[in-house]
Structure formats: C-alpha cells, structure tokens
C-alpha cells in the first residue's frame, strides 16, 4: 500500500492561502486601475474634433491604446481568478494537513510508551516510519533503547493513527497539487494572452517620464489614486528577484543605503535594557531609524516601538551566539541529539530559528524578509544574514518587514497604518510571536503584553 507522508506535504506549513489573495487582489488593481482609463481613451477619440495630417496617427494611437487596455485588463482578471481558486484550495489543503498532523501526534504518543529514539535516523524519522519500523521485521534495530510495554498493546490504536495521518495528507496532497496545476496553466495561458508592446527608443519608461514636465505633473497627481497602490501597503517597491547562491540581497543593499542617512543606532549585544526606563530610553535613541523603518514597511512607528519593547529585555547578544553554536554542533553531529531533541528545552530547534539582534528575529525568518531562500543557505548567505540581525539599525528594518509581511497574511492587509485600531496592533503582536500558531496561549499573551506597554512604547518613540 503506498502510503502519504508528513514530509510529502510538509511545504504546506509554509504556504500562506491570504498572501496568495493578496497577491490576486493585486492583479485586480492593476485590472481595475487599466479599465478606469478606458472612459479616458474613448472620449480623447470620440470627442475631440479637429482637422490635420495627423488626425489618423493620432486615431491609430488611441485604438491601439484601447486594445492595449483591453488586453492587459483581462489577461489581468484571469490571473487574478486563477489565484483566488488556488487560495481557496490551499485553505482546504492546510485543513487536510492538519488532521494528519493530529492523527501524527496520537501516533507518537503511542510510539513514545514503548520506545526511546537514540539514534540520529532515528530522531529525525516521522512517527509513521518510526511505527512502521517498530512493527516490521526490518529496519534500524537500534532505534529502541528500551520496551516499557508490549508493542500489541498499542498496535490496533496505532495502525488506525497511521493510517488516519497517512490518508489525511494524502488529501492535502491531491487537493493543492490539482490547484497548484489548474492554477499554473490559467496563469501560463493569461500570460500568453498578453500583447507584446515592446518598443520605444528609450530604455526604461522611467526615463521618458523624467524628461517630460508635463508626464511629472500626472506621475504626481496620480500617486492619489486609490488605485496606484494595493490598499494598506507600503510605498510601491521596485520588484526584486529572489537572491541567488552568488548575489547580493537588494533588499539588505536598500536598508544599508538608507541607514547612512540617519543617525547611527544604540546597541545591546552586551547589555539588554534591563526596565522600562531602560526600553524607553533604548527606543527614544533609536526611535528616527524605527520611524523610517516604519514608513518604509507601510506601519505606524508605535507598531514597531511597541514590538522592539517586547523584545529588547531578552537575552543578551552573546546569549543568542552560544545558543547557536550548540544547536550547530548538534546539526552537525557532533552532539548525540539533534537539534529539535536538545535535552534542554530553551536549546530544542533547528538552528535557523536561533533569534538574533535586539529585536529578536530568527535566522529563517530574516532570510525571507531580505529575500534569501531559507530552505537552501549557503554558510555565506547565514553568516550574512546572522550580521545584519545583529547590527541594531539593521535589524529594526529587518523586524519592521517582518511585521508588514505578517499583515499581508492577516484580515487587516487592506487597512492603511493611519487607521489601524488598537485591536489589529495586538493581533499583529500575536502575529510576530507566534507565526502561525498566533492564536495559541503563549502568543496571545504576548499581544496582551504588547498592548499593555504600547502607550509607553508610543511616548518613546514620538
């Protein structure tokens, strides 16, 4: 029988059902804002009434124009379908994915009653497997330190547990693996449906509007358009691809340019504010970096003061290397655990979620903010990564990225920071310290944390 396994679906953990809306609603945008010029078009050729040898040109041009609109407008539309049918499977898919990981956890904790893993295989394996081996004849015989109990007295409950995680992962399986291919040839076939308009003797459409005053004048008037930008984003940001092995982060070039126009940032690599005297006055001394970082992630400042609160009485820089180095060593194999089964509860994760910089922010975590693939780092790329989270500047516009990618997945992505109610800012908090187990007890209270300080956090930061 061919089973599904925790690690064939495994990817779904990351996969973010709101950012793939959000990344329709876009699309809708751009749709919206080409039909809103079509009223535009048509008058300029309806209603204009002259008489000159380049009447037709002109005529021409603004068919062309129209057909253009015409075009990008429904190539936009299906893309945007395409997306929202895939984020609804995806929805459906984490569902799936999640009764298999229930059923996965009545497994181990049936495993656990009659076998101690010991070796590393035997740490890493998935509860199936680790059942599958314990009721074959086969297998890595050393993967039982000790039989507390009869294995069949468990043996009926656990193939049921098995199988129940096998088939519910099974489900996630299919459902976003059909999406995921519906999804990909709607967007292959509206991307083929686009024109091709190339042409034109300059470079960059950038360079023909800052030639033209009159161009400039519209550029600026138009920035008010509801439509020149998803609601509650930031400032439109040119589009960067992911970082490859060999590249630098363009993300990580943008913060370090804009850092050497503000005043340099206060550290706590050796000593972490200690009180609220100490966090007050560690964000006042930061608070024109947490104000920039904020403008340039779409957020109000005190978000991101009231966040740095949170964090910056934790533990001392130093803290976090040691920290890493052990669940390295273990990684590595020089320890006989692997990182996620430390004995020591604190130490038990891989090492790309070691927290670093006074806004603590994970190894993983940074690396998807500045566009790293947190899946395939070099040592170069976490070493990178691991300097600018501790660099203070730096890792308050890391964190503050962090925070706007959290909103992009919340209900609130289209609420603009100046209208961002008390409420939101706690979930948000949540947000940041649980991820995706943000509605757990341990992060919501962190929000009700958050909350509680963040009149301080925005007296400090004003």
């Known amino acids: 029988m061919a089973y599904t396994y925790r690690g064939d679906v495994e990817f779904l953990e990351g996969c973010n059902p709101a950012l793939v809306e959000r990344n329709a609603n876009e699309f809708r945008r751009l749709r919206d804002l080409l039909l809103s010029i079509g009223p535009s078009a048509s008058r300029a050729a309806g209603k204009t009434d002259w008489v000159s040898e380049n009447r037709k040109p002109y005529d021409d041009r603004l068919r062309e124009a129209n057909e253009l609109i015409t075009h990008l407008s429904g190539g936009y539309d299906k893309a945007q379908s395409a997306l929202l049918h895939y984020a609804r499977a995806l929805e459906i898919a984490k569902s799936h994915y999640s009764d298999g990981l229930r059923a996965e956890a009545r497994l181990k904790g049936l495993v656990d009653q009659v076998a101690d893993a010991v070796t590393d295989t035997a740490q890493r394996a998935e509860p199936m497997r680790q059942w599958e081996d314990l009721r074959g004849t086969t297998g890595f015989l050393d993967w039982v330190a000790e039989l507390t109990v009869d294995i069949d007295d468990i043996k009926d409950e656990a193939n049921r547990a098995h199988d129940d995680a096998s088939a519910a992962f099974g489900r996630a399986k299919r459902t976003e693996e059909?999406?995921?291919?519906?999804?990909?040839?709607?967007?292959?076939?509206?991307?083929?449906?686009?024109?091709?308009?190339?042409?034109?003797?300059?470079g960059d459409a950038k360079d023909l509007l800052g030639s033209i005053p009159a161009l400039r004048a519209e550029a600026a008037?138009?920035?008010?358009?509801?439509?020149?930008?998803?609601?509650g984003s930031g400032p439109k940001a040119d589009f960067t691809r992911p970082v490859g092995k060999d590249d630098e982060s363009a993300a990580l070039r943008d913060i370090r340019l804009r850092l050497t126009q503000l005043p340099e940032a206060e550290d706590a690599y050796w000593s972490t504010p200690s009180d609220a005297q100490d966090r007050r006055e560690w964000i006042a001394a930061n608070k024109e970096i947490i104000k920039a970082a904020a403008e340039r992630s779409g957020l109000p400042a005190d978000m991101v003061?009231?966040?740095?609160?949170?964090e910056i009485g934790g533990q001392w820089g130093w803290m976090?290397?040691?920290?890493?180095?052990?669940?390295?060593?273990?990684d590595g194999g020089w320890l006989p655990w692997t990182p996620e089964n430390l004995p020591i509860d604190r130490l038990a994760s891989p090492p790309d979620e070691t927290s670093f910089g006074p806004i603590a922010i994970q190894v993983r975590r940074g690396a998807e903010v500045l566009g790293y693939d947190p899946e395939n780092l070099t040592e170069g790329q976490r070493d990178t990564i691991e300097a600018a989270l501790q660099d203070p500047g730096q890792n308050i516009f890391i964190a503050s990225e962090y925070l706007k990618m959290l909103k992009e997945e919340s209900g609130f992505a289209d609420v603009p920071a100046e209208e961002m109610t008390r409420e939101q800012r706690q979930e948000l908090a949540a947000r940041y310290n649980g991820g995706p187990y943000w509605q757990n007890d341990q992060a919501q209270a962190y929000g009700r944390g958050f909350d509680r300080n963040l009149d301080d956090a925005r007296g400090a930061v004003k």
């Open 320 to 330: 976090d290397d040691g920290v890493d180095t052990i669940r390295q060593l273990s």
């Open 305 to 310: 003061a009231g966040i740095a609160w949170q």
């Open 221 to 231: 008037q138009a920035m008010d358009d509801p439509l020149a930008k998803l609601a």
């Open 178 to 202: 059909e999406a995921r291919e519906s999804c990909a040839a709607s967007l292959d076939a509206a991307y083929k449906a686009l024109p091709d308009f190339r042409g034109g003797g300059f």
